[in-house]
């Protein structure tokens, strides 16, 4: 058996902790990728299905209030969407990833001043992400961070106080 020195201590120890981090790194990168792999496969089985939960109305509609609060005859009043079941239609039509999607498509849904344009570039976003499935699921991965609860809280941070 060949002597115990201070030298081959220090290397066999130094090489120990190398592995060690290796292995730890390796590790974490594994659960990285699991974690990625199944969010992605989540965000592909919800493209296009309704959502089963629906958060707060008040909540929702704070961008559309706050964003029309000066032009209100532009915009479908409280009563023309009681009439149509508004929030029935609403939780039927959103298949949004976020909730700033959520509160963007109320807006847009309420909005009676719409120019051909707006409707044209909204179509051809619509067309260009159903067609492009690695543009879709990136952008949606990168927005998703946004599917925070807290989120709807953008609106007091963008405008200042919450609309009331």
């Known amino acids: 058996m060949p002597p115990i020195n ?3 201590m220090s290397y066999t120890f130094v090489i120990s902790i190398f592995l060690i981090i290796v292995l730890i790194t390796a590790f974490f990168k594994y659960r990285k ?3 990625r ?7 592909r089985a919800s493209w296009g299905v309704p959502k089963q939960e629906f958060n707060s ?8 209030i706050y964003k029309n609060k000066d032009t ?3 915009t479908l009043n409280d009563q023309i969407c009681d009439d149509l079941d508004f929030s029935e239609l609403f939780k039927y039509l959103d298949r949004t990833t976020s909730v700033v999607g ?3 498509l109320f807006a847009h849904l309420r909005n009676r001043d719409i120019k051909k344009e707006e409707l044209l570039d909204f179509d051809n976003a619509v067309e260009y992400f ?3 499935k ?3 699921e990136k952008t949606q991965e990168i927005i998703s961070s946004l599917q925070n609860f807290d989120a709807f809280y953008l609106t007091e941070l963008m405008f200042g106080m919450m609309a009331q």
């Open 134 to 136: 690695p543009d879709r």
């Open 37 to 43: 792999k199944k969010f992605m496969a989540s965000l």
């Open 33 to 35: 990728w699991k974690r």
């Open 130 to 132: 159903s067609a492009n």
């Open 72 to 74: 209100s005859q532009k």
């Open 102 to 104: 959520q509160q963007y």
């Open 6 to 8: 201070a030298d081959n």
């Open 57 to 64: 109305e008040d909540l929702v509609q704070q961008y559309f």
